[in-house]
């Protein structure tokens, strides 16, 4: 049976027509669809997947001796994950060491000589006592032959004698007297020693515990339970105080959202509001969350350089402002998602609740 053209083209049309008219529905209800979605819910793509991702940093200096991790390898808190060449920092704590112990003995031979310093002095009060009472002795014997001189009953030899010996005597009492006063001096000098070698010991102390400190931060561990991330050393590199040898990424920590709204769409955000996010790596799975805070400054005002619209010519652009999200499905579905991934968050509106 043969069917006229102008029939064909008939059928063409109604087909046609057919086709457009349930492509026009289909995109109908899409559009009734992202409309009542609009309406209900504030969205942005302008998100991200957080969490702690920290720099393992190095806190003295050296070669590389050892690394013991492989990047993206989970670690446990205190497992060693690279070693730095100690023999200059045992040099430097074996030379500290003595150094204390070279300090501290001269610390003893102060005390012993304090020690003897002081007996000297106690039998110096002695030979004061002694001389004092032999030069009371002659000056009593030179007032005696002096008056005998008076009364010529001695002679002039005589008194020469005793006035000589109580002479003597008084030297001899302010020799004894000097030497015991040097004797002090000299006591509080070795103190005055002893004083600054004690200083002198804790200083050394202080510098053989830094050394200890140091060797030990020749070997690097992990700081908590987490995986460690891009590795940016190799064995035999030299490397500085403070240089990031790797990442670790805390697995305890928890994951969040940071999502950056508009700020038009922020204006009944608050505090626990239910959000619903999706992330690209998986399309087909939505998780849930909750705003945990809002933040106080648009991000632009964060940078290095925030903008000054008080200089040349003002363009008025929207900002955004970063609210953290907190996810609150289980962690076995969480731990899916990794820091960076891209998010799609949607936050339902109060008054549409």
């Not at 819910?41 to 492989?70: L, M, S």
């Not at 039998?123 to 009371?136: E, F, H, N």
Request: with cysteine.
């Amino acid at each position: 049976m043969n069917i006229k053209p102008n029939k064909i083209d008939k059928i063409v049309v109604k087909v046609t027509r057919g086709i457009a008219i349930v492509v026009l529905c289909g995109l109908g209800l899409w559009g009734i669809s992202l409309i009542r979605t609009m309406l209900r819910y504030q969205q942005t793509n302008d998100a991200q997947v957080e969490e702690y991702v920290n720099p393992i940093n190095a806190k003295v200096g050296g070669y590389i001796k050892k690394i013991c991790f492989i990047e993206n390898q989970q670690v446990n808190e205190g497992d060693t994950l690279l070693v730095i060449d100690n023999s200059e920092y045992r040099v430097q704590q074996d030379e500290a060491g003595a150094a204390l112990e070279n300090a501290k003995s001269q610390t003893g031979i102060l005390e012993a000589n304090i020690s003897t310093l002081k007996s000297n002095a106690t039998i110096g009060l002695s030979q004061i006592d002694a001389a004092r009472a032999k030069m009371v002795r002659q000056q009593q014997e030179f007032y005696r032959y002096q008056n005998l001189l008076k009364e010529e009953s001695t002679t002039q030899q005589h008194f020469d004698n005793v006035k000589t010996a109580l002479d003597i005597a008084i030297s001899e009492y302010q020799a004894v007297v000097n030497t015991y006063k040097a004797a002090l001096s000299k006591i509080k000098d070795v103190e005055a020693q002893k004083v600054s070698v004690l200083a002198e010991i804790k200083r050394r102390q202080y510098v053989l515990n830094r050394n200890k400190l140091e060797l030990g931060y020749t070997v690097i561990t992990a700081p908590y339970r987490g995986k460690v991330g891009k590795k940016v050393i190799q064995e035999g590199q030299l490397v500085e105080a403070g240089q990031t040898m790797t990442f670790i990424i805390n697995e305890e920590g928890g994951k969040w959202i940071v999502a950056n709204f508009k700020e038009t769409q922020i204006g009944k955000f608050k505090a626990g509001q239910k959000a619903m996010v999706t992330v690209d790596a998986f399309p087909d799975k939505e998780f849930n969350g909750e705003i945990e805070s809002v933040s106080p400054a648009t991000g632009s005002r964060y940078s290095l350089l925030p903008p000054d619209n008080a200089t040349g010519n003002f363009v008025k652009i929207i900002q955004r402002i970063p609210i953290r999200i907190k996810l609150t499905d289980e962690r076995s579905k969480i731990a899916m998602l990794s820091a960076g991934m891209n998010a799609n968050v949607s936050i339902k509106k109060e008054n549409h609740e």
